[in-house]
């Protein structure tokens, strides 16, 4: 079936460092790219999504790009700070059942140590 | 807007009984509704689409007997864990998305912990 492949697993980084995650997707129709930030015991929280007639979205401190061809998209992470410790999941709709259906990576757990 | 709310947000019960958890779209109409569900340190799986008016539609390997939707309402999904086992101790979250949306945002509710003695 489809799926959505996501890393690193873990990654730590130093505060003030960017943090890069990249996930391949293997549904060419895919066309909305959602990351979610989920801390212990809450619900995933959108932080940034991308739509597949864009490349590349940025918001402050936060960047993704999106390279269809290649069936990839990454999150950056720039000047890193504590409070962005979390699992960040990566998500790729697909069309099942007449339904747009969200596909998500396994996760990353980054650290940021001050 | 686009708010998600789900009760109860944790459970225990014993092993054999029945568990009910509600999904409501607070602000907004869905006519669709997804329900999740995340083991420790896992991520969120699909289990089933919940589809007002109409049955849902489960995910392979999920077992639409043992895993009960009902989407009575536009504001409304349930999900019932039948004759629930401590390994259906998980964090069950749902989401809804807005309708007339073409581009997929899901908005999700807060989860709802379910611990099976």
């Known amino acids: 079936g489809e799926n959505v492949e996501q890393h690193p697993s873990t990654l730590s980084v130093q505060e003030g460092d960017s943090a890069v995650i990249k996930c391949t997707y293997s549904?060419?129709?895919?066309?909305?790219f959602p990351w979610y930030k989920q801390e212990l015991g809450k619900r995933p929280q959108l932080i940034i999504d991308?739509?597949?007639?864009?490349g590349e979205k940025k918001d402050q401190r936060i960047a993704v790009t999106l390279n269809k061809t290649a069936k990839h998209f990454s999150l950056h992470i720039t000047e890193t700070q504590p409070e962005d410790s979390a699992v960040y999941f990566c998500?790729?709709?697909?069309?099942?059942?007449?339904?747009?259906?969200?596909?998500f990576g396994a996760g990353t757990r980054l650290a940021v140590h001050p | 807007g686009a708010v998600v709310s789900q009760h109860p947000s944790r459970v225990i019960c014993k092993s054999g009984t029945s568990v009910k958890i509600e999904c409501r779209s607070l602000?907004?109409?869905?006519?669709?509704m997804f329900w999740y569900r995340q083991f420790p340190k896992q991520s969120l799986m699909l289990m089933a689409t919940?589809?007002?008016?109409?049955?849902?539609?489960?995910e392979q390997g999920v077992e639409k007997d043992k895993f009960l939707i009902n989407h009575a309402s536009l504001t409304l999904s349930t999900l019932t864990v039948t004759s629930a086992h401590p390994e259906d101790s998980s964090f069950y979250i749902c989401?809804?998305?807005?309708?007339?949306?073409?581009?997929?945002?899901?908005?999700f509710g807060p989860g709802t912990r379910l611990t099976v003695l």
């Open positions: 989401s809804a998305s807005l309708p007339d949306r073409w581009d997929n945002e899901q908005f």
């Open positions: 549904d060419s129709a895919s066309n909305y």
């Open positions: 991308i739509r597949s007639n864009v």
């Open positions: 998500a790729a709709t697909i069309i099942s059942g007449g339904y747009n259906k969200l596909i």
């Open positions: 602000d907004f109409q869905a006519t669709t």
């Open positions: 919940s589809n007002e008016g109409s049955k849902a539609t489960y």
